[in-house]
């Protein structure tokens, strides 16, 4: 169980989760791999809405709650350490059926210094599970929020570099170059609610950029080349229960730039879009630990997989990705 605490010096009403580190949470960077920042939030989260709201008379937000959207930017790498990491969450904003929650993954040294691994945001709904739909926020919820406001927080959102970019904003690739990868769900990806959770969502689009990455890319660098991620943003469109059929995850280029390279994606089937996604990446050197150009060939071959036809609207009806419920 996290460790927690509200009401920082200097940062009225954010909530404060401290979050354990796990050694198994590194990537082949010895990096906290970028999926597992979503996971603290989540941690973060469930504690904040699932446990102190509802001692504050919020309990309805513990009965459920669907995750609509998340947006992080990565601003740091994270190594492991024993030491937990604190996860600062609060509100930015209530409308009448959503509500926004802003993180900040940070070190707070002696001295009251900061070190920002990440900056995220989530849009929620409350959920009624009886009824099987979202529904408004309740006024004793409203109040509870409230509590915790702080609308000029930081928020992600990075700046596209255009020098050099070749930019095609596109929401669908159509029937022209997405790489398509057949994801399977497992059964652990399931939450409380019997659906594939938020976080594991994520989890996919890496799996078909990895997958990408390999067929098309892999040759294409040296032994000290590689990408991080900067920023993820994903919206759900429809739960998805467990299945015995894979899902298909398409992933298309957006944008190839200097340094950087924007992917978009969808989780789907042939009944529908679960979800759609947008990720920022940046060339990395694993010796110097630091960003890097892109490659000519690595341009050339980005710029193959970029389209230019029109959207089409997502199959599916009203949904989202599902918390897990309070126990």
């Known amino acids: 169980m996290p460790l927690t605490h509200t009401g920082l010096v200097g940062l009225v009403g954010r909530h404060a989760t401290y979050v354990p580190l796990r050694w198994s949470d590194m990537d ?9 920042y ?3 939030l989540q941690e973060a989260r469930v504690d904040m809405l699932f446990v ?10 513990a009965g459920g709650t669907v995750v609509t959207r998340h947006e992080i930017d990565y601003r740091s790498p994270l190594e492991y350490r024993q030491r937990p990491l604190l996860v600062e969450t609060w509100v930015r904003d209530v409308r009448n059926s959503t509500f926004t929650l802003g993180y900040e993954l940070v070190d707070v040294g002696d ?3 900061r070190t920002v691994y990440a900056v995220a945001t989530t849009t929620l709904a409350p959920y009624d599970l009886a009824a099987g739909r979202p529904r408004r926020v309740a006024d004793k919820e409203r109040k509870v929020l409230d509590g915790y406001r702080d609308p000029a927080g930081p928020e992600p959102g990075i700046a596209r570099n255009g020098a050099g970019a070749t930019d095609r904003a596109v929401d669908d690739p159509g029937e022209s170059k997405p790489h398509v990868h057949a994801c399977p769900v497992r059964f652990d990806d399931l939450d409380s609610y019997g659906h594939v959770n938020n976080v594991t969502f994520v989890d996919y689009l890496q799996e078909a950029r990895a997958d990408f990455a390999h067929r098309y890319l892999l040759d294409l ?3 000290d080349e590689g990408w991080v991620v900067a920023n993820v943003t994903i919206d759900y469109l429809a739960p998805v229960p467990f299945r015995t059929d894979p899902l298909d995850v398409r992933v298309w280029v957006t944008r190839v730039g200097g340094s950087s390279v924007e992917l978009a994606y969808d989780v789907r089937d042939e009944a529908a879009v679960y979800a759609t996604a947008r990720t920022t990446l940046v060339g990395y050197n694993l010796r110097t630990q630091s960003s890097r150009k892109l490659a000519a060939a690595e341009r050339a071959a980005m710029e193959s997989f970029m389209v230019g036809l029109t959207a089409v609207t997502p199959a599916g009806g009203p949904g989202g990705s599902s918390e ?4």
Not at 52 to 61: D, K, M, P, S, T
């Open 28 to 36: 082949v960077y010895s990096h906290v791999n970028n999926i597992v």
């Open 38 to 40: 979503l996971r603290y």
């Open 52 to 61: 102190h709201a509802h001692r504050q008379g919020a309990e309805g937000l």
């Open 111 to 113: 001295d009251g210094g």
């Open 221 to 223: 660098l040296g032994p």
């Open 324 to 327: 897990e419920a309070a126990s």
